[in-house]
């Protein structure tokens, strides 16, 4: 076991949310590098914590317990590997959507732009869609889609246009590459957080989050026992949507519906109204906290 490369956000937040009793079956969807993990085993007395990660990195920091079963995979196939195991239900469902502390601070895996690294974003080695098939061989029209649908970006147009423009001369194959196309497309004030939208953006279609995290949360849905927790932190507005309307009313698009008498039919119940965020010393002491957002929910 490696020394935990993640501090967990919002911890006790969670852990209060998770409301753990002894000898639940409770799912920790983004293992990482363990924190959340290792804070659930502390405060759960028997029972067994089922962890997913497809993050090969993570594997190294699998933590030597009884209770804990690791499954190296993406967690939008938490229902096939639950039933693997011999189980239809558990207790509890955590996620921590944000990516992991440990991959933007490795130049190698290519998430960050404040490296010079190969353009790679993966998550899973051994996906065959890389950052840099991306940038190289997707239409215009589908560059656009993507920076505008997962990174916001108002001027997708100029970057795309500037991408090919590059692409035809020569391909696009580091982040320092794509740094310098994009920063030219960038407002001077805003430089730093449009690199940050024009890097999520790829990594989101990379690593698929968008379709992953839709089939985790309908399978959350079927795998918890009625009473059973779901507690999420999104950190970004696009995951954040989804998980509010799926968890205020079912469905992606936050419709809620009602029965003949009017009364709301949604198979949550909202625990907190108003969302959780990290307090001032937990801003100050982990400032990758700040955008961070806990909602938790009950199933009916």
């Known amino acids: 076991m490696t020394d935990a490369y993640h501090i967990p956000v919002l911890a006790e937040e969670s852990i209060l949310g998770l409301q753990i009793r002894p000898g639940q079956d409770i799912i920790d969807a983004t293992?990482?590098?363990?924190?959340?993990?290792?804070?659930?085993?502390?405060?759960?007395?028997?029972?067994?914590?089922?962890?997913?990660?497809?993050d090969e990195d993570a594997a190294g920091n699998t933590i030597e317990d009884d209770r804990l079963?690791?499954?190296?995979?993406?967690?939008r196939y938490a229902k096939n590997f639950l039933r693997f195991h011999g189980v239809e239900q558990v207790d509890s469902v955590f996620a921590d959507l944000g990516v992991s502390s440990h991959d933007f601070d490795v130049p190698e895996r290519g998430f960050s732009f404040r490296f010079d690294a190969s353009l790679d974003m993966r998550?899973?080695?051994?996906?065959?869609?890389?950052?840099?098939?991306?940038?190289?061989?997707?239409s215009e029209d589908r560059l656009r889609t993507?920076?505008?649908?997962?990174?916001?970006?108002?001027?997708?147009g100029r970057l795309v246009s500037e991408i090919v423009k590059y692409r035809n001369n020569q391909p696009i194959k580091t982040t320092t590459q794509l740094k310098e196309i994009a920063s030219g497309?960038?407002?001077?004030?805003?430089?730093?957080?449009?690199?940050?939208?024009?890097?999520?953006?790829?990594?989101?279609?990379?690593?698929?989050?968008?379709?992953?995290?839709?089939?985790?949360?309908?399978a959350s849905l079927d795998l918890l026992k009625p009473g059973g927790r779901l507690v999420i932190?999104?950190?970004h507005s696009l995951e954040d949507r989804l998980c509010k309307n799926f968890m205020r009313s079912g469905n992606f698009e936050g419709k809620v519906e009602k029965d003949f008498y009017g009364n709301v039919t949604s198979p949550f119940k909202l625990i907190n109204r108003k969302v959780i965020v990290p307090g001032k010393e937990e801003l100050v002491a982990n400032t990758r906290s700040r955008s961070a957002k806990l909602r938790i929910v009950e199933k009916i």
């Not at 869609?129 to 997707?138: Q, R, S």
């Not at 649908?149 to 997708?156: D, F, P, R, T, V």
């Open 233 to 235: 932190i999104t950190y």
């Open 146 to 156: 993507i920076f505008r649908m997962y990174g916001e970006i108002k001027n997708a």
């Open 31 to 54: 293992f990482g590098g363990g924190g959340h993990s290792r804070l659930i085993l502390d405060h759960l007395k028997g029972g067994r914590l089922f962890a997913f990660d497809q």
């Open 123 to 138: 998550m899973n080695q051994n996906a065959n869609v890389d950052a840099a098939k991306v940038v190289n061989e997707y």
């Open 69 to 75: 079963f690791f499954i190296r995979h993406n967690f």
């Open 185 to 218: 497309c960038s407002p001077k004030a805003i430089e730093n957080k449009y690199l940050a939208q024009v890097f999520q953006a790829l990594r989101i279609e990379v690593n698929e989050e968008m379709d992953a995290l839709k089939e985790f949360l309908e």
